[in-house]
Each structure stands twice: as structure tokens, then as C-alpha cells.
Nanobody, 126 residues
Framework: QVLLVESGGGLVQAGGSLRLSCAASGRTFSSYHMGWFRQAPGKAREFVTVINWNGGSTFYADSVKGRFTISRDNSKNTVYLHLQMNSLKPEDTAIYYC?????????????????WGQGTQVTVSP
């Protein structure tokens, strides 16, 4: 059974920090690129960041560059994906999803991701 389970969301004041995690199991996710996307109310889902299979390469959306950091831990049966979010802004409020892409280069395209988690809510108050 494929599972991607996000955790760590919550309510934080502007300028604060949160650390999201995603536990991915049921496939050899250690060979997948892993990414974070987010969806704000009334808006389309958007790319946040992606990390390659071994953690050696990352790519960020301009809106989060310098504030967010993605990392991963490829343990034997479960891959743990993290998103450290600093200097949070009200516009970062969204549901955050982790996702896994099996093929290709680092990608920001939703269609390239094969598996998705259910999401975790992040709310940043002014």
C-alpha cells in the first residue's frame, strides 16, 4: 500500500517557523524525486520545492526561495521528506502536499508526480 502522510502543519504568526514532514512508504521512494506543493483557498495548486532522489539537488519557487528548505532521509523502507519554513507570511497559508515523481529531471509540473499525500494545513496569521 502506497502511503504519503504529511504532518507538522498548524497555526503560526507571521515571521514564525514551521517544519513539515512527509513519510512515504509502499514504493522504492528512495529512487523518486520528492516535492512539496501547496493550495490556497480558491487558488490552483502550485509548486513549492523539489529534491532529487539522493538529496543532492533542489529547486524552489521564487516565492519561497531563501525562506524554505527541503530535505530528505532515505531510510530502508520509508522516505522522510521535510520542509523547514522560516519567515512565514500570511500568503504562505495553504494546504501543503508532498508528492513523488518517478521519472525525469527535477520538475515543478503537477502532471509529472505519480503519488500524492492528503495534505496538511498551514495557517499564518498577520
Amino acid at each position: 500500500q502506497v502511503l504519503l502522510v504529511e504532518s507538522g502543519g498548524g497555526l503560526v504568526q507571521a515571521g514564525g517557523s514551521l517544519r513539515l514532514s512527509c513519510a512515504a512508504s509502499g514504493r522504492t521512494f528512495s529512487s523518486y524525486h520528492m516535492g512539496w506543493f501547496r493550495q490556497a483557498p480558491g487558488k490552483a495548486r502550485e509548486f513549492v520545492t523539489v529534491i532529487n532522489w539522493n538529496g543532492g539537488s533542489t529547486f524552489y519557487a521564487d516565492s519561497v526561495k531563501g525562506r524554505f528548505t527541503i530535505s530528505r532521509d532515505n531510510s530502508k523502507n520509508t522516505v522522510y521528506l521535510h520542509l523547514q519554513m522560516n519567515s512565514l507570511k500570511p500568503e504562505d497559508t495553504a494546504i501543503y502536499y508532498c508528492a513523488a515523481a518517478q521519472f525525469g529531471s527535477l520538475t515543478s509540473q503537477i502532471r509529472d508526480y505519480n503519488y500524492w499525500g492528503q495534505g496538511t494545513q498551514v495557517t499564518v496569521s498577520p
